[in-house]
């Protein structure tokens, strides 16, 4: 289908220089933002399932998993 829009000149310049990076169609672009703002608001504040590992292992020996210090010093020392 066609349809006219009305972009504000500096978005246009943006968008089809994206476009031509992405070495896609201006209207592939347009149709793209479009889906993910509708798909979107399809489902507002849809949870997230984090993946968690559950190996083995955990905090070196001696070291205070509760502070910041601590866990930075070791780090440098291991760098």
Do not use: C, F, W
């Not at 504040?45 to 205070?64: E, M, Q, T």
Request: without cysteine; aromatic residues 2%.
């Amino acid at each position: 289908m066609k349809t006219t829009l009305n972009l504000n000149d500096a978005l246009l310049v943006e968008a089809k220089t994206l476009a031509a990076q992405q070495r896609t169609t201006l209207t592939r672009l347009i149709e793209e933002g479009l889906q993910l703002r509708l798909r979107a608001r399809r489902s507002p504040g849809k949870p997230v399932r984090l993946p968690v590992y559950g190996g083995k292992g955990g905090l070196a020996s001696g070291l205070d998993g509760l502070s910041n210090k601590a866990l930075l010093e070791a780090a440098e020392r291991d760098a």
